[in-house]
């Protein structure tokens, strides 16, 4: 993790612009956090009202509806969100937060007794999906199902819109205290919600947040093994803990980047950008803005202020921020006072290469030994 490098470096400071090119499409990613941050609050200017392009790939390959709240602009955005709202913030709730300190406590202590474990498929993965089984409200048992999706939900096909098909059918007729059965239950504007719209709530519940996890996951676990004083920092003082969490965020940004699109045209920077054709948020690249971060390619755990924008900002921040800090700060808290050290046997990073910029977002392995 101490080698992740950061690729719009030389733009950020030239331009803040770098262009990019999609399968033909240029799109300038916009690399600033001043500039991200005015342009995700803009958003008739830059607009998410554009389906299966909510990152700078298409997937209509790979589902065949909206994706919602995601790709909305308000004030149907607005109104979608407040539906799912109450799912999303349940991290908040003292009984919440103690179930999953429960769920991390036997999960690092799983590892510790493991042997040589890879911390992608072995603890991060299944981390994920168990702790998702708590937000969703679903049996731990659904967790194998996902996890045997491997890193990401979404892949070409409708593997997962079969699949949360089937859950809606199936709660509809036997419903409970689950995902699906409130948004079975759930209205919008005075009528139940359509098929078509469950769908691109759930679709986007599952993809959105699984191998974005999984990765800070991993980074956080072989940053710990290269930096074994880390651990010791935190033991410490675990006041520095929900701090130490923002900073993974910041650092790791294992989103690269979300489009939108100008209907109208638009300047970012000095690039013009025509009417129609999209831009790209640049998460990664604003969080290492030198102008704002002091030595933004280091770790520093006890870094206050962070103004990162790892979980998106504005409107369309992400709704699984407190699921996914939660699952952050617990991990460290228990790898504090669980575990001595860890031990890196080997690690293979996982590399996102475009045409346009290489970057290190995790790992697709990491053997490691838990002492």
């Not at 042997?115 to 708590?134: E, H, K, M, N, S």
């Not at 995902?179 to 719209?197: D, I, M, T």
């Not at 989103?255 to 129609?276: M, N």
Request: proline share 7%.
């Amino acid at each position: 993790m101490s080698s992740i490098q950061d690729p719009f470096r030389e733009s950020r400071q030239q331009s803040g612009v770098h262009m990019t090119d999609f399968r033909g499409e240029s799109i300038p990613f916009i690399l600033r956090l001043k500039d991200l941050r005015q342009t995700v609050k803009d958003w008739e200017t830059f607009s998410s009202d554009h389906p299966f392009q909510v990152v700078p790939h298409n997937e209509e390959k790979m589902r065949t509806i909206r994706q919602i709240p995601i790709e909305l602009d308000p004030p149907d955005h607005t109104d979608y969100r407040a539906i799912v709202e109450p799912i999303f913030k349940r991290p908040l709730d003292p009984v919440y937060i103690s179930n999953m300190e429960e769920l991390l406590g036997f999960m690092v202590s799983g590892a510790l007794g493991a042997g040589t474990i890879d911390a992608v498929y072995d603890f991060a993965l299944p981390l994920q999906c168990r702790a998702l089984t708590r937000l969703l409200n679903m049996p731990e048992q659904e967790a194998k199902v996902w996890e045997a999706w491997g890193l990401h939900a979404l892949s070409e096909g409708t593997a997962l819109e079969d699949y949360t098909a089937e859950q809606f059918s199936r709660f509809g007729n036997d419903p409970g205290e689950d995902f699906f059965s409130f948004l079975n239950q759930a209205e919008f504007r005075g009528r139940k919600l359509s098929h078509e719209e469950k769908q691109g709530i759930a679709n986007v519940t599952f993809a959105g947040g699984k191998d974005t996890v999984i990765n800070v996951v991993s980074s956080i676990v072989v940053y710990m093994s290269e930096h074994p004083e880390a651990l010791e920092f935190l033991r410490a003082d675990e006041k520095l803990i929900p701090p130490a969490c923002e900073e993974f965020v910041r650092y790791v940004s294992p989103l690269t980047a979300i489009t939108r699109t100008c209907p109208h045209g638009a300047k970012v920077a000095d690039q013009e950008v025509p009417a129609g054709s999209r831009v790209g948020l640049c998460w990664p690249s604003a969080n290492r803005d030198e102008g704002i971060f002091k030595k933004p390619n280091e770790v520093k755990l006890d870094r206050m202020p962070n103004p990162h924008i790892g979980f998106g900002f504005g409107p369309h921040n992400c709704l699984g921020a407190p699921h996914a800090r939660l699952v952050i700060r617990t991990l460290l808290k228990a790898l504090c006072q669980q575990v001595e050290k860890i031990d890196l046997l080997s690690f293979v990073p996982r590399i996102e290469k475009e045409t346009s910029y290489t970057r290190q977002v995790g790992y697709d392995q990491a053997m490691v030994r838990f002492i």
